[in-house]
């Protein structure tokens, strides 16, 4: 019996050994793999302009358990081991000690870990000693909420009719009917929800919540690293009003957090919540071995630097391991992607005669229903590929599967190893296959597969004191609860009494007896979104049949990508921008069948309004003065100065036109002129200070100065967003070549002269910043480094999207002049190596 | 530093901070100009900026007509008191009127509930008929919304007294939350306009929020909100949303003038805590006055509606409205008159006939007096209209027919009427099943009869 096991087991190794073999269509790499015997953590690097840049080996893992801590309930123990779990992961019992004991804890756990112990160890065990006791659950979306449910409720019931009564467990969101809120509130134990619930129908109703917040004693944040950015920062400011809400009831809730692979998990839960954690980071779960194979598509046009298309190339790895009978699960970067796909494979693999389908699609806007029984069909094997987008990445249960395939980057080292984790059994072989699209960061990751397998993944950023979210948030703060004279919010520098103060000014609240009450007929949380930092938002009106309203897009992009002729993209489906209204706040949309998308042209001018810090990368040894005379040599500053700088800056953007981008292809197949008015932004920036002399010294014509200036900063944009976590549009960039004009989106009309120094802004895409600036002034050197590294291994001649920007915009000797300058930059800044940027 | 950071602050609340460029914000300057003039400039009567923090011993109340203030041990609350003489004439009906409201079964009627518990509790047996209507800093409901006042209304051999509860700053809610409660004692019979689904989920919160459980929670309720709906309806006199002050017009004749805009009631109490005078609250009581006042009126006009037509029915729509009542309530025999005189009305239109009748034929069904209901069905016939109207009339006359009557004849005429009318495969698909067993039911009926006259 055991044996069979084994041979099946082992021929599914085979199998999959033999399909990474023929990954590249040079069979050269085939042998060049390593095997199961191989050096555990090392990966063949395969240099050059190959299909399989990199093959990495992951040796297996064996479990290690650890005894149940001594807190956790006798009866649920029981029911745990007759579930088949005799003894918890060490990481899992000693999350549940913390808990347990009442610390704060975080638990970094890789897919399929076994984390939902983590917490649902100590909640029931409380609330088995103590019936009165409440937990709080919070998942990013509801669909999570809904998956941790079913779970949650068998062990519950399990566990209360061992103990003769009910243990309630709920969701609570959206979607619950009003007659059953109220049974829920009077009943649930454990409530789960999202923060958006929380925000909007939960703080601003706590009276009604009251035996909740009285009884409160776990809240627990699961995917805690989704919370990053705006959504993040929103995030710490709900949990500093929950915190005011459970002190008002006397509660004092421990929170158990836990988190994917990401650089501070502790750093980001203390943030989010103002308080200190224990972190538990080694995982105990048992670790099949597995292969980690980079492949970028070959290149089609030198010139252009144009690659075979991503998803043909997917394909094509899908299908070496779909004919090997391995279960697969392939991740695409878009709805439309992944509908792509989904056909492909479909119409390549039939699966054996009479089988259900044996290749499924699965995204968001799929009816519940039909992704449960996907779900089924992937646990029970009946579905032998899954195309994806990010849905699947996040804990929804689907077994383990063997193989994980890549269309693209998913933009973060921490989600590509979440989603690599998707497959991988606790026994047996699996593999992960990233194929790269033509996008910088897709090429970066795939030439620099040592920056990928060994750095540590991003940080997690959040910026709680933008003002914007922190002023929202204390107007919901005050329609809960009236501030006292003195009290402060959360534990933020900004000065809460300010804060009301100017919020009294403007007849939100109103001060009177010691307190500060709410005065407004207002109901704030309405009106404000934690996935947007601003409240004002432009509606998209489809009026291709009728009106209706399709979306939203906040007021700092809109004018950016809702000005006449744009293309607007919704679930794949293109609509173009027939009417701007800028007073209504309405974009009137048309449906229409085109194969390009628009990109803004936006001419930028940043001001800075504060340095807060300033660092002179130039002081040095000016080495022949030291050489001859004397040994102890005094700092003098190098000639050639570059500065870096993170500050307060002003920027006033105004579109000025669009150019037509092809898809697939990045060709720029037109543009057009457009006449929209400014826009102003108060927001954080960091900026490299390109010196004068340096600019001088580069043996090239102003132009060519300028487009090297322009081509440096658009890698600079890529590798800052890959060290930041963040996505595209989070960060701006803006150039200034010494004139006085700058722009984004094309080259500033100023050639550097040299006259004056030129400057490279990266800011933050949003008012008020959401803390991206200082950690990249910490960055500076690797941003640096790895900007450089980025254009050089580019295999373009002369430079193409991946690295400087697209040629025809970007001028001929950009790639050269850019390098030319990243060397010289470099060599004056002296220090070498990463800095950590905390 | 500090002032730099206040004007950002301030840039940032007034929405200015955060993109529209200077040209922009000049083409949008924000609009609700009076309103906000109201709310927020907290000044005294020559026009000169008041200290909202000053504070004010008399609960700033000096200007209130009739107000007196209550220290009580939970705090101060001002009570204003009014009392509209018998003889005051409130539309076409007298104050007075008002005291014919008594506690029996045709307010039972009206509640659509048992109002008086069979086994009262010892020593509290509701007897007193209170009037309630708050006025609120908003409509949003959450713990940032207050109930500011909190009128009552009762019946006096006097007259009608009400008796208003007014918040004199924020620190005093507890105090008016008790007051309310003593006012209230344990025989209070609660009479409300949308009380169900506003006021009183609005003072249970308020009670959870101060811990003063309320009272209003617990004592039986008379909503009349739902009692006017069945009523005026599909009358003139309501428009379908029923408004109080809508009704007290239509059926009352009750006209205000210078009444208060409801969007207004909030301004005006938060201009009087910033330091306003109260005097700019005398319109909001007046307001809550007049809105207790005619809520007493309509439910007195209601329950003379109620018991008059027991034993005739009114003419005019209102007849229809009165069936609907009555048979909610289980009064059978008032119901079908009812019904019965507003389907005859020929002054009435005809699609409130039709209704009436299809009522009356439906009642009358369940009442298995199934003669009288295929006559009713046949007027909804006769009235006429759009197909899927009388889709069930057709139905239920071919069943009458087949089934009771035996004219099988007269079964297939409806059930091919009715098909010709279906909409939809499912309705089609049942007519047509009845059709063809009809059509097999007078098949085998027709050579049988031959054999029988043998």
Known sequence: MSGTVARLSGNKDQALQDALGHLAPDSRTAATLPGGDGAPGTHVEVSGDKVVTAVRHIPAQAARHAPWPADVEARLVEALTARGIEQPYSHQAEAMTHALAGRHVVVVTPTASGKTLCYNGAVLSTVLREPGARALYLFPTKALAQDQLAELQGLAQIVGAAAQREIGVFTYDGDTPADARRAIRARANVVLSNPDMLHAGVLPHHPRWARLFENLRYIVIDELHAYRGVFGSHLANVLRRLQRICRHYGSDPTFICTSATIANPQALAEQLTEQPFSLVAESGAPRGEKFFVLLNPPVVNQALGIRRSYLSEARRVALEFLRRNLQLIVFAQSRLATEILTTYLKDAFQGPPGATDAVRGYRGGYLPLRRREIERGLREGDVRAVVSTNALELGIDIGALDVCVMAGYPGTIASTWQRAGRAGRRSGRSAAVLVASSAPLDQFIVRHPTYFFDASPEHALINPENLHVLLSHVKCAAFELPFQDGERFGRTPVSTEEVLQVLGEEGFVHAADGQWNWTHESYPADAISLRAITSDNFVIVDTTEGSRVIGETDYTSALSTLHEKAIYILEGALFQVERLDIEGRKAYVRSVECDYYTDAITYTKVNVLEEAETSLGEVGLRATDVGDSSVDGTLVPLPNRSARSHGDVHVVSRVVGFKKIRFYTNENVGSGDLDLPEQQMHTTSYWLTVPRAVLLEVPWAPDDRRDGVSGMAHAMRSIAQLLLMCDRRDLGVSIDTGTGEAAVGGRPPAPATGDADAHVFLYDNYPGGIGFSAPLFRMHDALLTQTRQLIESCPCEVGCPSCVGPMGDIGPRAKRVALDLLARLQAASGSTGDEVPF | MASSSLSRLRDIARGTGASPSPTDARVETPAPGGVRELTYAPVDEEGLPLDPRLARPDGGIGDLPGARLD????????????????????????????????????????????????????????????????????????????????????????????????????????????????????????????????????????????????????????????????????????????????????????????????????????????????????????????????????????????????????????????????????????????????????????????????????????????????????????????????????????????????????????????????????????????????????????????????
Not at chain 2, 107 to 122: F, S
Not at chain 2, 340 to 358: F, I, M, P, S
């Open chain 2, 71 to 454: 220290t009580t041990a939970h705090g101060p609350c001002v009570v204003v008191e009014h009392l509209y003489e018998p003889d005051h004439h409130h539309g076409r009906l007298r104050v007075e009127a008002c005291g014919t409201v008594c506690l029996d079964d045709t307010l039972d009627l009206l509640a659509g509930r048992e109002l008086r518990p069979r086994q009262p509790r010892l020593g509290a047996a509701p007897t007193r008929l209170v009037y309630f209507d708050l006025e609120t800093t908003g409509l949003s409901g959450g713990a940032g919304m207050l109930a500011f006042l909190a009128g009552v209304g009762e019946w006096t051999p006097a007259g009608f007294r009400t008796t208003q509860f007014l918040l004199p700053s924020f620190a005093a809610e507890r105090a008016l939350l008790h007051a309310l409660n003593a006012y209230l004692g344990d025989d209070a019979v609660l009479v409300t306009y949308n009380g169900r689904t506003f006021d009183v989920p609005v003072m249970e919160l308020r009670g959870e929020m101060q811990r003063v459980p309320q009272v209003v929670c617990d004592v039986p309720h008379l909503d009349m909100l739902h009692a006017a709906r069945r009523l005026w309806r599909m009358s003139e006199e309501g428009d379908r949303s029923c408004k109080l002050t809508h009704l007290e017009e239509s059926v009352l004749g009750v006209g205000r003038v210078g009444d208060v805009g409801g969007f207004e009631i909030p301004a005006r109490f938060f201009q009087f805590v910033r330091g306003g005078s109260a005097a700019v609250l005398e319109p909001v009581l007046m307001h809550n006055r007049l809105d207790l006042l005619s809520l007493a009126a309509l439910t007195a006009h209601a329950q003379q509606l109620v018991r008059d037509g027991r034993d005739t029915p009114p003419s005019g729509a209102t007849a229809f409205g009165l069936g609907a009542l009555y048979e909610r309530g289980g009064w059978i025999d008032p119901a079908i008159a009812c019904f019965r005189a507003a389907a005859a009305d020929h002054w009435q239109t005809r699609d409130l006939r039709r209704a009436a009748a299809r009522s009356l034929a439906r009642l009358l069904r369940r009442q298995r007096r199934f003669a009288e209901a295929a006559e009713a069905w046949q007027q909804v016939l006769q009235l006429g209209g759009r197909p899927q109207v009388l889709r069930e009339a057709r139905e239920a006359l071919a069943i009458h027919h087949e089934h009771r009557g035996g004219q099988l004849e007269e079964a297939r005429r409806h059930a091919e009427a009715g098909a010709a009318q279906a909409i939809g495969r499912g309705e089609r698909e049942d007519f047509t099943r009845r059709l063809t067993r009809l059509e097999r039911k007078l098949a085998r009926a027709t050579p049988v009869a031959p054999l029988w006259n043998d």
